[in-house]
């Protein structure tokens, strides 16, 4: 005879009581808005019960007081002056489109860009337009609520909850805008995501990156250009810059839709659950890409055997330095090897630079030589590499690795270029 | 007297025992609302049976579980659960263990054992690495000597990776020697990088709080589920062929500590403001009645700036996990692998150790990080402590290969997920927050004179020390901490040579019974 082991074990859990199934509720099916906050601390009718409950949560007495859902923006708590064009400003996109070669082109889901660094701007495409500061800001990245509701997620970057932009614990932006708060306490690699039914939005791209440079003159830097990164702490001058993002793309993913997958309410947190077994269940957990992607430029459909993605490949003089800022935004784990013909240090993980006091200083950086000249990252993960272009001219191959989330099965290996001129 | 120990284990989902040494520590883990009793008596007793684990969604599927024998310690936290209950040793004990397979030889798959990689058992005084549990019900006594301080795993080993990833798998916590040790491990150089960030918590300027409390630990072991699998794994008394398990392996749920979503999140139990109390009293009146306190309620963390916390990652299952913290990043300390045979791999402590905000778990991977639960960094300096937002701030902790954030193929965020939360800013003159350090406990055997010195977070206070555990025999109530937090205690305590432990804590001047802060710690006989 088999013995039970309940879901909830030695956490009992009671959905007949009005506090545990709101706190279930907001959780996963009723995922509170800004909007819905708003309504609900002003006794609108119709505000839910897990909107009421994560405002009181949330915020002090009197916060929402006197606002009104759908003329009034959710005020950012605490809020503060930002740094002088430190406000940026996003709005989703579902209608972005990838070319793969070969195959056409494959919709993505985006970030907008409205303004950036205080200047109104109207910049689409993918992946997301980058949020670049420099260390010490005090940074606003407004979210407004086009095709929403979305949230903004600055990966790797540690504010107060309400503007950390995770809906199931805070909320989501649905009528208006919301200004998310935070400092860029650390120089780094980062990045920026919708963190509302995550295992989609990410996958069909909602992402941009998001990169702190270094409090020196001329931060922050252009996107590619040259710039200065930390060695330790020491401020260190590159020539060139290479953002390498690695995603992968479910076809089939391609005809979901925002809500797809999430849970029905139903006041037994039982019934509402989408079932393995319904027709429309999106199979979240069943993903097979078949495109591979770096820094928004496709490999071919077919495995042609090198998959050059030179449209991401860098380009430098002899003698220059080139960072490497690598970012697995995929499914895979991958594995990124790069050629012993040039020489790298990994300088920092994470936004975090190995070596710097006072945090760091249990690390320091290493050689590429020191770790084989590969390395794995899972999901999420980011290494700054600095190359060394000096040994010698010509093209330099670094192969990216797509292995299988479970299997790990190579999936497909591509190859982007560093061209060092003479 | 027969004397019960509570053992209080913090912000797992966990059941926990101690045992050998170990079981006369009473207070080793601290949390907000587990606790567990440790083990009178020199063996503990484990079942293998056949389990129905209810999913997030209440789909039920077949697994099979560790679960505590019949004995004194099944009113811990009797019934089956995945992972089993986590084992807690002192380096260098001896554990005894009574091994049971009561598995139904239908639903058997095959043959079961217990294996620790990297841990020699021994078996009918033969040294070996693993052993086979006869079905029907017959059991197997095993003995190991606790290895070095560190995460380990027990499973069972067979038709890998088929029976781990089904259930029967659990945690060894070896723990070094306390005295004079603020690390979770033994023999670190003293410039080593992980003996360096301990030193540093509570003491450099940059960690302000306290030191790391080796009462303060996490477990999370992640494990991923195929219903359709897990059906024809029990579906016979024959082993299915791992390749048949793991052909088009698809899992449907994705769990820690054998549960998720809202379930491993623990929603709606200390997320409120006001709601974080500790509540330390080992002599309550639950614990002493039902001898045993159920530990599985606590996945998630929390405490104060400036408390420390080491969270130990293991991964049971099959997939390549992207665990990711929000809120702070953590310093990966030790690494282990038990290889895809369940054999042991590698095994070692950090030199270089960075600070990351997401880290790899593939399969069989064991990690130690230590959260350093600072003031997260990027809330600007004018808008701290935050005024508008509430207390506790929460923050996730998920699996960024964000498949595994579903249930059933979708339900976001029904996976692998969790949260911890900062309940306050530090203040270092709380002594519920403080941390006892002792760094001398010596006994001398002819005459029970007891030496102790130690260091004590908050200055000025007093606190007592017991022999054995904090419900054992008071030796003295007075132990005086000066105002750099520093104490000392020479007297007679003839009470501590049975044990040969004392507990040192501190209680709540308006309510005794309520504990603050403890240390036990083994005497040194001299």
């Known amino acids: ?422 | 007297m027969k004397r019960r120990d509570f053992l209080k284990f913090g912000s797992t989902g966990l059941a926990v025992v101690a045992v050998g040494t170990m079981a006369d520590w009473p207070v080793f883990w601290r949390g907000p609302q587990a606790f567990a009793s440790t083990i009178s008596g020199s063996r503990l007793e484990l079942d293998m049976v056949d389990a129905m684990a209810e999913m997030v969604d209440g789909v039920q599927v077949p697994m099979w579980a560790f679960r505590l024998a019949n004995t004194v310690h099944t009113d811990m936290f009797g019934g089956a659960r995945i992972p089993g209950p986590v084992i807690v040793a002192l380096e260098g004990d001896r554990i005894r263990l009574r091994i049971t397979n009561s598995i139904e030889t239908a639903t058997s798959g095959g043959d079961h054992g217990f294996a620790i990689p990297g841990v020699d058992l021994e078996v009918n005084n033969q040294t070996v690495s693993q052993v086979t549990i006869p079905l029907g019900g017959a059991n197997v006594e095993v003995e190991f000597t606790a290895p070095a301080a560190g995460t380990y795993m027990y499973l069972d080993p067979l038709n890998a990776p088929v029976n781990r990833v089904m259930g029967l798998h659990g945690v060894l916590v070896v723990l070094p020697n306390p005295v004079g040790n603020n690390t979770p491990y033994s023999g670190l150089a003293a410039g080593s990088a992980v003996q360096r960030l301990f030193n540093d918590l509570g003491t450099a300027a940059h960690f302000p709080g306290t030191p790391w409390d080796q009462a303060r630990n996490a477990i999370w072991v992640f494990n991923v589920i195929d219903p359709a699998k897990a059906a024809q794994a029990t579906a016979s008394a024959a082993a299915i062929a791992p390749a048949s398990f793991l052909g088009s392996f698809l899992p449907q749920y994705f769990t820690i500590n054998g549960k998720s979503g809202f379930f491993s999140a623990q929603h709606g139990h200390g997320a409120m403001e006001g709601d974080n109390s500790h509540i330390n009293d080992l002599e309550s009146t639950l614990s002493v009645v039902h001898g045993l306190y159920d530990s599985q309620g606590n996945i998630s963390l929390h405490g104060t700036v400036g408390q420390p916390i080491l969270i130990r990652n293991l991964n049971a299952g099959l997939m390549w996990q992207s665990p990711h913290i929000h809120g702070n990043h953590i310093y990966p300390v030790a690494h282990a692998r038990i290889n895809a045979d369940n054999s042991a791999g590698s095994r070692y402590i950090a030199t270089n150790v960075p600070m990351l905000d997401t880290w790899l778990m593939q399969p069989g991977d064991i990690w130690d990080v230590l959260h350093p639960f600072i003031q997260p960094p990027d809330i600007p300096p004018a808008a701290w402590p935050p005024v508008q937002e509430r207390f506790p701030l929460l923050y996730p902790m998920h699996d960024h290969n964000e498949i595994s954030n579903t249930a059933a193929g979708g339900n976001y965020p029904q996976g692998a997920a969790t949260h911890w939360q900062i309940d306050a800013p530090f203040d270092p003159t709380n002594p519920a927050t403080g941390v006892i350090s002792i760094d001398r406990a010596d006994l001398r055997v002819k005459t029970g004179q007891l030496l102790v010195e130690g260091r004590f977070t908050v200055p000025g206070v007093m606190l007592d020390i017991h022999a054995g555990g904090a419900s054992g025999p008071t030796i003295t109530r007075h132990v005086q901490v000066d105002g750099n937090g520093n104490f000392a205690f020479r007297g007679r305590a003839l009470k501590a040579m049975a044990s040969r432990f004392i507990t040192m804590m501190h209680h709540d001047e308006l309510e005794p019974s309520h504990v603050h802060a403890t240390r036990s710690v083994p005497l040194r006989l001299i």
Not at chain 1, 119 to 148: D, F, K, M, Q, Y
Not at chain 1, 352 to 367: D, E, H, K, M
């Open chain 1, 1 to 422: 005879m088999a013995e039970f082991i309940p879901r909830d074990l030695s956490s009992p859990f009671d959905p007949a009581d009005p506090m545990q199934i709101a706190s279930f509720e907001g959780f996963a099916c009723d995922v509170p808005s800004t909007d819905g906050m708003i309504d609900a601390i002003n006794n609108v009718p119709g505000a839910t019960r897990a909107n009421l409950l994560r405002a009181q949560q949330l915020f002090a007495d009197g916060f929402l007081v006197g606002l009104t859902g759908g003329v009034d923006d959710l005020p950012t708590p605490d809020v503060l002056q930002p740094s002088p064009g430190a406000i940026f400003e996003r709005r989703g996109l579902h209608d972005q489109q990838l070319n793969v070669p070969g195959a056409g082109n494959v919709l993505m889901w985006s970030f907008e860009s409205r303004m950036d660094r205080g200047v109104v701007v109207n910049r689409e495409g993918w992946p997301g337009p980058t949020i670049r500061v420099r260390e010490g800001e005090i940074v606003h990245s407004i979210l407004g609520s086009r095709s929403g509701p979305h949230t903004v997620h600055h990966h790797g970057i540690e504010p107060t909850p309400a503007n950390d932009g995770v809906g199931h614990l805070t909320f989501e932006v649905a009528g208006g805008q919301y200004a998310y708060q935070w400092r860029a306490g650390e120089a780094g690699t980062y990045f920026y995501h919708c963190h509302r039914n995550t295992t989609l939005h990410f996958e069909m791209g909602m992402y941009g990156m998001l990169i702190v440079d270094p409090d020196v003159p001329g931060a922050p830097f252009a996107d590619g250009g040259a710039g200065v990164t930390l060695v330790r702490d020491t401020p260190t001058a590159y020539a060139s810059e290479a953002i390498w993002v690695a995603d992968d793309i479910d076809a089939r993913w391609r005809s979901l839709s925002v809500a797809d997958g999430i849970q029905a309410c139903d006041n037994d947190a039982r019934s509402g659950f989408v079932l393995w077994n319904d027709p429309d269940n999106p199979r979240l957990n069943d993903f097979n890409p078949t495109y591979f992607v770096v820094s928004g430029q496709a490999a071919p459909a077919v495995d042609n055997g090198v998959n050059l993605v030179a449209g991401a490949g860098a380009t430098l003089a002899l003698g220059q330095t080139l960072l490497v800022r690598a970012l697995n935004a995929s499914y895979c784990t991958v594995v990124w090897k790069f050629p012993t013909t040039l020489q790298g240090t990994v300088t920092a993980k994470d936004g975090r630079t190995l070596g710097r006091a006072p945090f760091c200083s249990y690390s320091q950086p290493f050689s590429l030589a020191s770790v084989g000249h590969q390395f794995s990252l899972t999901t999420a993960q980011r290494w700054d590499i600095l190359i060394d272009s000096a040994s010698r001219t010509g093209q330099h191959l670094v192969e990216i690795e797509f292995r299988h989330w479970i299997t790990n099965a190579l999936l497909r290996a591509v190859r982007v270029p560093i061209n060092v001129a003479s």
